[in-house]
């Protein structure tokens, strides 16, 4: 009869063994469930459903809580369709989910109606009994909050439980940072697009409008005699529109592409470089009384680079060399590449 004791204590060890390992388990799968996406409100839903899952609850919900303590947001799982249709509307945070929301601590309940803070369902809403409520942080600041009711089986959530959905709660954190982040880079890029299309129409149409009349000087006065030095800057100042739409194209692209991924590609540093050099020239020369800059481009290879990011590194470099040049000097700019310098001996 010992030996019998002693066995099916045995036994009983090894099922909650296993039934601790099984918890685990599914802690684990639905930790990387919900950080499987970066669209916010679809990892919200999942990191309720996750959590309904998690504990054997039939019905699940995440409330958002917006400025003013209310909930903002509610997302809920385990309802029909025809259940929600029922519904008159969706909780504001009064109540037991106000009480969470005063006070964000875990609370478990045999019966939602024995609560002294208990303010009833609305109209529709289906009757639901055994609750455990989990905050959710988001750093310092109590982001929402996990409701999960109606104990599959009946009974009411166990310690166990609470344990588990707080870890679900906690890993769920960066999930939602990292939606959020998303949802700002998004967002951000969308700005971004619309202040390119913007300013692509107000800097180009009267660069083209410009253009335009330059061309038509250019034409009326070639092959006139005793016109050709006229002739001559207006063909510097064509090549200096080019060279200004070019670098428009390059503005607005980098402005879209600062966090996009880089797009490397063959560029020849040489021709790159010489047309930035050319573009102070012709700037400087335009000026009745401004230094003109003497840039010398020696030999240079060609790189595989993001032509945008590139040009506006050596845009930069020789922009600061001219500007910050003694005033009345003309800048002096070498580009070459470093002499290779002999390897120590082994």
Known sequence: MRLDDLLAELQEHLET???????????????VSIGSD????TVLRRITEAATALVDARYGALGVIGEGGTLERFIPVGLTEEEIAKIEHWPHGKGLLGLLIEDPRPLRLADLADHPASYGFPEGHPP???????????????FGNLYLTGKRGGG????????MVGALATAAVVAIENARLYEQTRRREAELEAFADIVAHDLKSPLSAVRGFTELAHEQLSGQPGHDRQVGRLERALAAT??????????LAYSTARDAVLRPVEVDLGAL????????????SAGPDTPVPQVSVGPLPAVRADPVLVHRLFANL???????TRPGQAAQITVTLPA???????
């Open 17 to 31: 063994v296993l039934a601790a390992r099984d918890r685990i388990h599914a802690l684990l799968e639905a930790v």
């Open 38 to 41: 970066l669209d916010l409100e």
């Open 128 to 142: 639901m009994h055994s609750f455990l409520g989990v905050p959710v942080r988001v750093r310092e600041e109590v």
């Open 156 to 163: 009411e959530f166990d310690e166990e439980e609470e344990t």
């Open 242 to 251: 080019d060279r200004m739409k070019h670098l428009i194209d390059d503005l």
């Open 273 to 284: 470089v010489r047309g930035i050099a050319d573009e102070h020239v012709t700037a400087a």
């Open 318 to 324: 020789i922009g600061n060399a001219v500007t910050y």
């Open 340 to 346: 290779a310098r002999p390897r120590a001996p082994a």
